[in-house]
């Protein structure tokens, strides 16, 4: 079966650093997205991976490693909008993205 | 640009009545998609559509329908509501689908309550 597993919360302090892991088992790899969730509202795209290696995106960075099946979301400079859930998703070989049930990250003045 | 549209915000229904939710992109994308999002869960894909005409089922299709008559719209149907259809249901459209680098675009969601 399809599986992709993240931790369902994380606490943090504003203006410190998180790392959000995602490890997924899916028929197919066709790249991994991560998006951000505040509550109550719609997922929006952070970032993408389809190949091994860091993607940074100002205080936002993507990390993949196939090989592992893994990749990780790192949050540099936490701000207190940073509190949302973060969805990892897997593109399977269908290119139909395969859901994890997010982390929330709370982070605290 | 709107980008992706959903109606209504927010319903109750009884079990056993039927409604529709309305889904709009004005982005001229080819793919939409239906997912439900249960607490604590995933986004399940229950519907998803190609292209005008075109619609194939997700992982989660039962006791829900879909037509697609025009590229910028993507009705949902339920039926005969059950409790087990209580959820947050969201909208998405794409450029491609099939372009790995491609990324989908939320609608606002749609808060359902079967009681």
């Known amino acids: 079966g399809q599986n992709i597993d993240q931790p369902t919360e994380m606490t943090a302090t504003e203006g410190a650093i998180v790392q959000i892991n995602c490890t997924y088992q899916?028929?197919?790899?066709?790249?991994l997205f991560w998006y951000q969730q505040h509550a109550g509202e719609a997922p929006t795209f952070l970032s993408y991976?389809?190949l091994d290696g860091l993607e940074e995106k100002g205080r936002f960075s993507s990390f993949l490693s196939r090989s592992k099946g893994y990749s990780y979301l790192l949050l540099k400079e936490l701000q207190m909008k940073d509190s949302a859930s973060y969805l990892c998703?897997?593109?399977?070989?269908?290119?139909?993205?395969?859901w994890g049930a997010g982390t929330k990250l709370i982070i605290k003045p | 640009n709107a980008g992706v549209t959903q109606t209504p915000k927010f319903r109750i229904l009884k079990i056993g009545q039927s409604m529709t939710l309305q889904c709009t992109q004005d982005?001229?994308?080819?793919?939409m998609y239906w997912y439900r999002q249960d607490p604590g869960m995933g986004l399940k894909l229950i519907y998803y559509?190609?292209?005008?005409?075109?619609?194939d089922k997700g992982e989660v299709p039962n006791g829900y329908n879909v037509s697609r008559s025009t590229t910028e719209d993507f009705p949902l149907r339920l039926e005969l509501a059950a409790p087990s259809q209580t959820s947050v249901y969201f909208c998405?459209?794409?450029?491609?689908?099939?372009?790995?680098?491609?990324?989908?675009?939320f609608g606002p969601g749609t808060r359902l309550t079967v009681l």
């Open positions: 991976n389809v």
């Open positions: 998405a459209s794409s450029a491609h689908g099939e372009a790995s680098t491609d990324t989908q675009y």
């Open positions: 998703a897997v593109s399977d070989s269908n290119y139909q993205l395969i």
């Open positions: 982005m001229n994308h080819n793919y």
């Open positions: 899916t028929s197919g790899f066709n790249g």
């Open positions: 559509s190609v292209g005008a005409g075109i619609t």
